[in-house]
């Protein structure tokens, strides 16, 4: 296959999947790795896809996101390595809210070892797998649920969470801007991490680093109110700044 036929096919399948891995690609095209990372380097160059560690996606939308069976596949690593250190800040018999999102489904994941958790979610997913614990106590959130990722949200969402004060509220972002702002595709799932953070007694944001000045059109809020940032490389300097100005501590997995 010429490389032009490969660069079209590859952004057929980024379409079609929102993102592919390396590893995924030269076993698609039987070529090396060499030649894949060469392919996608000339892509991003002609600003066609974002380069991401281990793979490539479609340029960022500021109207919608990245489609969810492909952000379940997208850096799992580095999300269950976030998720393991937000899992370990966790003590047994806290009570916390989890939000929306493949990163706290994966956070989900990490707490199952843990004992005698009270858990409100929004979340199907989430709610599906902390069940298997039976020292757990879970409260599903009511409200509309969001076919395409069991997702749940709403003014009714928004009202349920209100009724609680929890130690910790576990959220996750689409995009972080270069000033703080704390960025997410959906008005109403936006509504509803608002009444997360405000019923919290502590705040954890959870998000790798392809979030940082990734552009959504929605503002949820500033990275001021979070108390812990946990992610997998060091944000830009700007919002390190932003963040040591309000204490904002990150937790680096």
């Known amino acids: 296959m010429k490389q032009n ?3 079209q096919e590859i952004l057929n399948l980024l379409n079609q999947q929102g993102f592919a891995s390396t590893e995924a690609l030269v076993d698609k095209f039987k070529v090396s790795p060499q030649t894949i990372r ?10 066609k896809i974002i380069r991401h560690h281990g793979g490539a996606a479609l340029p960022n939308s500021s109207t919608s996101n990245t489609a969810y069976v492909a952000r379940k596949v997208m850096l799992l690593d580095e999300k269950e ?16 809210f989890i939000d929306i999102g493949t990163t ?10 843990h004992k005698d958790l009270r ?3 929004n979340n199907l997913n989430v709610a599906t797998i ?8 879970v409260i599903i959130a009511g409200g ?36 703080g702002t704390l960025l997410d595709f959906d008005y109403h799932e936006v509504r509803v991490a608002q009444s997360i953070i405000q019923h919290s007694r502590e705040v954890f944001l959870a998000t790798d ?13 500033n990275i001021g109110q979070v108390d812990v940032l946990f992610t997998d490389l060091q944000p830009p300097e700007e919002i390190q700044r932003i963040m040591q100005q309000h204490q904002v501590e990150c937790c680096l997995c």
């Open 5 to 7: 036929e490969r660069h």
């Open 38 to 47: 060469r392919d996608l380097n000339e892509l991003a160059d002609q600003n």
């Open 81 to 96: 390595r976030i998720a393991a250190a937000v899992a370990a800040r966790i003590p047994d018999g806290a009570s916390l």
């Open 104 to 113: 706290t489904e994966a956070i989900a994941r990490a707490l199952l070892n």
């Open 119 to 121: 858990i409100v979610t």
């Open 130 to 137: 902390l069940i298997e614990n039976d020292s757990f106590r």
């Open 144 to 179: 509309e649920i969001r076919n395409r990722d069991g997702g749940i949200m709403g003014e009714a969402t928004r009202d349920f969470i209100g009724q609680f004060r929890m130690d910790y509220g576990i959220i996750g972002i689409s995009g972080i801007d270069m000033n």
């Open 209 to 221: 680093h392809t979030k940082f000045g990734r552009n959504a059109m929605v503002n949820l809020g």
